[in-house]
Nanobody, 124 residues
């Protein structure tokens, strides 16, 4: 059974850092494109970063470019999102997802598998 499980959210002050962790089960992290999405109440869920199954060019939304870094560890079957210089506008529920198309120049397609989400809150 394909599952992704996030952890690492929390409360942080503006300018601080967090690292989100997504552990995959039922598949290997190089078998599907994987990535991170976030959602604020009342708004659509948006893609913020993804890594293609090949491990090639990663994509970042303009709102996080230069501050967030996506990576993966095949041995741990895990992907990460390192978030630096966090801003209050980054406050959202963050979701890990798998099995979609990670384009190099625009937002990814809709994933087939989602995690349960982890809350990130950035205080000003």
């Amino acid at each position: 059974q394909v599952q992704v499980t996030e952890s690492g959210g929390g409360l942080v002050q503006a300018g601080g850092s967090l690292r989100l962790v997504c552990t995959a089960s039922g598949f290997t992290v190089d078998g599907y494109s994987m990535g991170w999405f976030r959602q604020v109440p009342g708004k659509d869920r948006e893609g913020i970063s993804c890594i293609p199954w090949s491990g090639g060019n990663r994509w970042y939304s303009s709102s996080v470019t230069g501050r967030f870094t996506i990576s993966r560890d095949r041995a741990e079957n895990t992907i990460y999102l390192q978030m630096n210089n966090l801003e209050p506008d980054d406050t959202a529920i963050y979701y890990c997802a798998a099995d979609f198309t990670c384009y190099s120049r625009h937002a990814p397609s809709t994933p087939n598998y989602w995690g349960q989400g982890t809350q990130v809150t950035v205080s000003s």
